[in-house]
């Protein structure tokens, strides 16, 4: 899942060969100065048409794929309701409106810790800043926040129906302890986060949920395909 488009590589369970690829591009809004933003039904309806490609230029049946995975652009912020659903335009990583909000958080919290807990630095685009951006210039928007999911999440949670996320992508949040990996629980509470905000962690190589049936037939897979 890519700033301007998502791909998809088919490769060999036995040699790892790429048996085809395909890409397809989506837009990009800046309704202001500095903001950058996408519509999260642009990556599912894209991705369906990419796993299509691919499935067509390699001439394969639903039953020859063993399993589904995903990467994608990172320091995003998707927000989703108590429903599930998409309550407003995702904020992209580069996006800028946060730059009072970083140096908010830079007052907030020491050098030393940004190193040593956090391993990153402050910068815009990342889920925190954009986070507290929104609460503090639409919080009835921020108030319907359910969950707050990175955006290959959002696009995995589509297909599986399970809200997850890992220490890869995760790390890249500003709310991540990535020594132990998990939720960093004094930067919740500086900023006041309740961690059920957040998706629970698991291993970037486990196994993440199935196939839900309606988007395994838009797919052109198996009901219960493997997503990991």
Known sequence: LGTSSVKALLLSIGTGESLADAAVTYPLYSPHPGWAEQNPADWLTSTIQCVRMVMEKARLEAGD???????????????????????????????????????????????????NELGNPVVTGFLLPSWLWLREHDPETAKRAHKLVL??????????????????????????????????????????????????????????????????????????????
């Open 65 to 115: 794929i063993a399993a589904l995975s995903f990467s994608g652009q990172m320091h995003g912020l998707v927000c989703i309701d108590n429903s599930l659903k998409v309550i407003r335009p995702a904020i992209i990583w580069a996006d800028q409106r946060s730059e009072a909000q970083c140096e908010h958080i830079k007052r907030m919290v020491t050098q030393d810790f940004l190193i």
């Open 151 to 228: 955006p290959k999440d959002y696009l995995r949670y589509c297909f599986t129906g399970e809200i997850w996320t890992e220490p890869s992508d995760a790390s890249g949040t500003l709310l991540l302890n990535y020594l132990q990996r998990n939720w960093s629980e004094s930067v919740l509470d500086l900023f006041s986060i309740p961690q059920n905000l957040l998706p629970d962690i698991i291993d970037s190589t486990a196994f993440a949920g199935t196939l839900k049936q309606e988007v395994a037939k838009e797919l052109g897979l198996l009901n219960g395909t493997p997503v990991i």
